[in-house]
């Protein structure tokens, strides 16, 4: 078997536009989940727009998995490439730095408008 490319899962994700739900998961090895989502349109929609965000990492996991059981694309070793996924960890990202709540605006009457002095009828 092949090496999980991320551009066919994101291909097989949009068929989910013409209500083919699922198939992204079918490629990435999890047929379980994958029937679910066929049966229910992505868990109504809402699990086929989560997996949108996931889909690399699902990508990625499965080929880990395929690596770590000792397959690999049989072109890429006889070739004598490497696989198409990083070997290496993935690098750590920057601490979430949370603002801090704007303070309380204390609102006060607005100033009084001026007083118009009034019209003095001219002759």
């Known amino acids: ?10 291909l097989l994700w949009l068929a989910s536009l013409i209500g ?10 999890r047929p379980l989940t994958g029937f679910l989502w066929l049966i229910t349109f992505g868990l109504l929609g809402l699990g086929q727009f989560v997996d949108l965000f996931r889909l ?12 770590a059981a000792g397959r690999s694309d049989e072109r890429d070793r006889v070739v004598g490439r490497q696989s198409s996924f990083d070997d290496e960890p993935p690098v750590p990202l920057p601490p979430l730095v949370v603002p801090e709540p704007p303070r309380r605006l204390i609102l006060r009457d607005p100033p009084a408008a001026p007083r118009m002095k009034p019209l003095s009828p001219t002759s």
Request: proline content about 0%; overall charge positive.
């Open 20 to 29: 083919l739900c699922g198939l992204h998961r079918f490629y990435v090895g």
């Open 56 to 67: 690399i990492a699902m990508t990625r996991k499965a080929n880990e998995a395929r690596a």
């Open 1 to 10: 078997m092949r090496v999980r490319r991320t551009s066919v899962a994101f």
